[in-house]
Nanobody
Framework: QVQLVESGGGLAQAGGSLRLSCAAAGNIFFIYTMGWYRQAPGSQREMVATVSNSGLTNYADSVKGRFTISRDSDRHTVTMDMNRLTPEDTAVYYC????????????????YGQGTQVTVSS
């Protein structure tokens, strides 16, 4: 089993910045993708940003140029710096770990954290 522990988030004003961090703990041999998803009230969960084990990043169009994701694969941590925040960024943000293996040759599983609230006031 793998646990994702999130930190950061909170309240910011429009135009401000916040940082989200996440650490994966448990029986981990390899994590292919780490990243962040978010879900606003009344909306579906959507991908915000991901980073592969090789450093390949992927961003939602709505956050390109404003958010930056980074990862420490050895420590199984991922961080996302969010700049120039807007009220539309208000959501619960979930840490994501994809294609996680406990041991070489075992099956891969995906995990989500409990979520952390980000609220941006206008």
């Amino acid at each position: 089993q793998v646990q994702l522990v999130e930190s950061g988030g909170g309240l910011a004003q429009a135009g401000g910045s916040l940082r989200l961090s996440c650490a994966a703990a448990g029986n981990i041999f390899f994590i292919y993708t780490m990243g962040w998803y978010r879900q606003a009230p009344g909306s579906q969960r959507e991908m915000v940003a991901t980073v592969s084990n090789s450093g390949l990043t992927n961003y939602a169009d709505s956050v390109k140029g404003r958010f930056t994701i980074s990862r420490d694969s050895d420590r199984h941590t991922v961080t996302m710096d969010m700049n120039r925040l807007t009220p539309e960024d208000t959501a619960v943000y979930y840490c994501y770990a994809g294609r996680v293996r406990a041991q070489l040759g075992q099956m891969e599983y995906d995990y989500y954290g409990q979520g952390t609230q980000v609220t941006v006031s206008s």
